[in-house]
């Protein structure tokens, strides 16, 4: 079973500044199948990126993915207010199955 | 607009089902792929399983004897059923949607499932 762990647990920032959050998987994944989400407080978890790198529908370009093979990094330029949350990487293999990683929390410095 | 709601108990007996619902609102279920997935602070998110809408399932092995997913596709509903749960099955349950295998564009608000007698 693929392992997705991320890092760091916890990122504090200030507004305007650019993130960096780090996605390790435990063997080499197909970057198709490697997808971002961003989750607040009380609500579902929303798509950011799929494919590694597509920001999904309405996903402002602030937000871009990269990667391959066992490393994929989420990057967040110019942080705004609205950003500070929980980010998960989540990833497919034919068995079916879906893996998620653990969360990196975003927060306001 | 496309939404997803999910509906059931909140409160189920260790031993019992879990049964939940999820009404799909604002398009057919054709052509897409449809999951549970459920978050607790031990487990993080974990995918119990999915339903195609012409009703093939695949679920996650770690529960495959234990869970059920439906469909009812002139209802624009799906179902999931875990039977003989624990503590450990209390979780937030939502219900996504899917355009392909490899990702979840829509989510449901989530639903609070406690396991406790």
């Known amino acids: 079973e693929i392992v997705l762990t991320q890092s760091p647990g916890t990122l504090s920032l200030s507004p305007g500044e650019r993130a960096t959050l780090s996605c390790r998987a435990s063997q080499s994944l197909n970057s198709a199948y490697l997808a971002w989400y961003q989750q607040k407080p009380g609500q579902a978890p929303r798509l950011l990126i799929y494919g590694a790198s597509t920001r999904a529908t309405g996903i402002p370009d602030r937000f871009s993915g990269s990667g391959s093979g066992t490393d994929f990094t989420l990057t967040i330029t110019r942080l705004e207010p609205e950003d500070f949350a929980v980010y998960y990487c989540q990833h497919y293999v034919t068995s079916p199955m879906y893996t998620f990683g653990q969360g990196t929390k975003l927060e306001i410095k | 607009q496309v939404q997803l709601q999910e509906s059931g108990p909140g409160l189920v007996k260790p031993s019992e089902t879990l049964s939940l619902t999820c009404f799909v609102s604002?398009?057919?279920?054709?052509?897409?792929?449809w999951s549970w997935i459920r978050q607790s602070p031990g487990k993080g998110l974990e995918w119990l399983g999915y339903i195609y809408y012409n009703g093939k399932t695949d679920y996650n092995p770690s529960f495959k004897t234990r869970v059920t997913i439906s469909v009812d596709m002139f209802k624009t509903q799906f179902s999931l059923r875990l039977s003989s749960v624990t503590a450990a099955d209390t979780a937030v349950y939502y219900c996504a949607r899917h355009p392909g295998v490899q990702y979840f564009d829509l989510w449901g608000r989530g639903t609070l499932v406690t396991v406790s007698s």
């Open positions: 604002g398009d057919s279920m054709d052509s897409y792929f």
